[in-house]
């Protein structure tokens, strides 16, 4: 269920103008008998205020469900051109985004990208600290050092950073400005808010949602 598009354009207009669209996308399964998806697209105003801007609800996580949400949501945004994204690396969303927004910008949740790395680095908390330090500094020449660091003492961990893209996780490196919204955490807040109704069957929590929007 997105929001109408004369609503959506007016709520993006200024926004998008300021160049401030940063997007963050993710996915929640339901806890209904039917169980189910529900998506949620989320940024920030310029009060840094959370700002939903569509919702909707689908049986499984599918690249069929992923491409009708990014469709639709691709086509109620102004300049889908000036967007940057921040999801989760599963790789069906991924894939369907750079097909649906191939002129925007994409950018990997940090907490997601430290999650994997945990899990496939165990007891390298030194690991964790370099990956968060790359990824924060602003400076490239600092980038480079830790980098360089990284590769001498955990090649693999160094060739897969690269081999995700450094314009992904990298803040000196991003080709759009990221107002602090490095995480898909705002698209959590928006979880949360929804705790108490996950088990209503998904006309009540769609309703539900409406109102609290």
């Not at 899990?119 to 980038?143: N, S």
């Not at 107002?179 to 807040?189: G, Q, R, V």
Request: one cysteine or more; a positive charge.
């Amino acid at each position: 269920m997105l929001k109408d598009k004369p609503t959506l354009k007016r709520a993006l207009g200024s926004y998008a103008l300021a160049e401030r669209l940063v997007i963050a996308i993710n996915a929640t399964h339901l806890k209904a008998m039917t169980k189910g998806i529900f998506l949620v697209a989320v940024c920030k105003d310029e009060n840094e205020m959370v700002c939903p801007l569509a919702f909707g609800f689908g049986n499984v996580e599918c690249t069929e469900l992923l491409t009708w949400f990014l469709k639709k949501l691709c086509e109620l945004i102004q300049y889908p051109d000036r967007v940057m994204l921040v999801l989760d690396r599963y790789n069906g969303i991924f894939n369907t985004m750079e097909a649906i927004f191939p002129d925007a910008s994409h950018r990997i949740c940090a907490y997601h990208l430290a999650q994997n790395l945990k899990r496939f680095y165990k007891q390298m908390d030194d690991v964790i600290w370099l990956y968060y330090r790359a990824m924060y500094t602003y400076r490239i020449e600092e980038f480079d050092c830790v980098m360089a660091g990284l590769k001498e003492i955990y090649l693999k961990v160094y060739d897969e950073l690269l081999g995700i893209g450094i314009k992904k996780f990298s803040r000196v490196h991003s080709p759009r400005k990221m107002y602090f919204l490095m995480t898909t955490n705002i698209p959590e807040s928006m979880n949360s808010c929804l705790l108490a109704v996950r088990k209503l069957p998904i006309t009540s929590m769609e309703k539900f949602i409406r109102d609290l929007l």
